[in-house]
């Protein structure tokens, strides 16, 4: 079993450093090229063109920094012993928080809508919330069209189903009006490494890290995870994860 275990695992750490490799590249090239650029050409080019370049290769920075962010994300999820604490979070503020401090650029390419209702606490880790949020909402934004609509709502459910006992929960849900996921793609969705074949060849670049990520950190705070889509152009993509709820747990 151990041989066995072995091999699993080094063909495991393989696939993830051809993937790396694959993905660290494509950035990397970029920023390389354009302060090459900048270092040869700087007399040539005007001050527009400068900054243009300037900003192409801080955004390939960006890119890489998200990147290694990711890598150390999975690794840590396999070793992190303890966990932050578990605190009441107001959905509503914490979600108009999270969207005041996304880059205003990205804000501006799309229509963001919030249907939250005030009052509706979850009993979770913030920084795993806002990390799970933040996957979400930039993939919408990713595989989305500029300018179609994200909605962000949560309500809250009366049953979860599937234990002894019914536990209250709210679910925090992502809606876009991208391509959508086919039926046949959502049983591997969530694990580690799948991106949909049409973006392995596409220009939306990724490591397909980010579902694997947000699965792992809803469920360390009870919750769960899923995706509803036809997977028809258009009808697009509705993330939904449920966080147990506040309130009720103060009165148990
Ligand atoms: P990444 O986006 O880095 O590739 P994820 O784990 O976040 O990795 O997503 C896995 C794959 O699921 C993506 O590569 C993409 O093919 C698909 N996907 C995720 N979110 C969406 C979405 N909102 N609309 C369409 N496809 C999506």
């Known amino acids: 079993l151990q041989v066995a275990q072995q091999q699993q695992m080094s063909e495991l750490k393989d696939l993830l450093l051809m993937n790396l490799s694959h993905e660290l590249r494509t950035p990397l090239t970029e920023v ?94 913030p920084q795993q919330v806002r990390q799970v949020l933040r996957n979400l909402l930039s993939n919408a934004m990713k595989y989305s069209p500029l300018q179609s609509q994200i909605v962000i709502s949560a309500r809250y459910l009366d049953i979860e189903r599937g234990g002894t006992f019914a536990s209250p929960v709210v679910c925090i849900s992502v809606k876009d009006e991208g391509p959508g996921i086919p039926p046949s793609d959502v049983p591997l969705l969530f694990n580690k490494f799948v991106r949909l074949k049409r973006d392995l060849a596409g220009t939306v670049r990724g490591t397909g890290l980010g579902l694997y990520i947000s699965k792992q950190l809803v469920q360390a705070m009870n919750g769960r995870i899923w995706i509803e889509s036809s997977g028809k152009a258009g009808e697009g993509s509705h993330f939904c994860f449920t966080l147990p709820c506040f309130a009720v747990k103060k009165e148990m």
């Open 32 to 125: 390389y090229g354009y302060l090459e650029l900048l270092r040869d050409y700087r007399q040539q080019l005007d001050e527009t063109q400068q900054s243009a370049f300037l900003s192409s290769a801080t955004k390939g920075c960006t890119e890489l920094i998200d990147l290694i962010g990711s890598v150390l994300d999975v690794t840590d999820l396999n070793h992190r012993e303890q966990r932050e604490p578990f605190e009441s979070v107001s959905v509503a503020q914490f979600v108009q928080e999270l969207i005041d401090h996304w880059g205003i650029e990205a804000k501006q390419n799309y229509a963001i809508v919030l249907d939250i209702p005030e009052k509706l606490n979850v009993w979770a880790i």
